[in-house]
């Protein structure tokens, strides 16, 4: 029998999101993060994210990336950052082994509490991942048609709460979450992501995540077989 894969003892984890990138070293420690924004591109990532690191080890990466991602590579550009993400190298930028997964399924593998999770993500898009008993099934709901021309993302990202106003767009939010839950037949929904904050109440059978989780969901990212998150790693946290 071959011997199970030593899970690397120190991760940084990159948090890339349409607002900030955010980084940590596995699931422990401060928090750091820069501006990110339409102009990122890996080329400016690395330049923001070197400095900071200020020559600290590490033995791998995880990227939680704003798009789709197939098979742990990026197949396409993202909505809210520059282009120059599909084939780049990371790895060789990175000097170190890189996994890359989209940054909703991130957040919600380190919210996953076993069962039949549907995770939504609010930010400044809308990210939308499903882990059905430790398979994780990262979506593009957000970009299907919704209502009137315009995808879940155009109701619930941040331009269409701008566009709405708050007090619409969280009513939208328990609409379609109530909708997504008995569509998806789904045990329990985490709701995560920087606007999450902005909701008053959460909607029935929800349950509020929190940002730190991506960095939970990057260490359990090196404990996956597969795309299976083992029993051990569903019950406990990150080490």
Not at 204 to 228: D, I, K
């Amino acid at each position: 029998m071959a011997a199970t894969p030593r899970i690397p003892r120190r991760i940084l984890v990159l948090d890339v999101g349409g607002s900030h990138v955010k980084f940590r070293f596995n699931a422990r420690g401060p928090i750091g993060k820069f501006v990110s924004g339409r102009r990122l591109n890996p080329a400016r990532l690395l330049a923001g994210l070197r400095p900071r690191l200020k020559g600290r080890r590490f033995e791998a990466v995880s990227i939680g990336y704003p798009g789709v991602v197939f098979r742990g590579r990026i197949v396409a550009e993202p909505h809210h950052l520059a282009r120059g993400w599909v084939g780049f190298d990371f790895a060789r930028a990175l000097g170190a082994p890189v996994r890359i997964i989209n940054d909703a399924a991130m957040q919600a593998l380190g919210s996953y509490a076993g069962g039949r999770m549907l995770f939504l993500g609010l930010g400044t898009g809308l990210g939308i991942t499903l882990i059905l008993d430790g398979q994780i099934e990262p979506t593009e709901l957000g970009h299907m048609p919704y209502r009137h021309g315009h995808t879940y993302e155009d109701y619930l990202g941040e331009r269409g709460r701008k566009r709405r106003g708050t007090k619409k767009w969280r009513r939208r939010v328990a609409q379609i979450t109530a909708h997504l839950k008995a569509a998806l037949e789904v045990d329990y929904v985490v709701i995560g992501g920087g606007n999450a904050a902005r909701l008053k109440h959460l909607p029935a059978g929800a349950r509020r995540g929190s940002n730190r989780n991506a960095f939970v969901g990057g260490v359990r990212l090196w404990q996956l077989r597969g795309s299976v998150l083992p029993a051990r790693a569903r019950r406990g946290g990150a080490r």
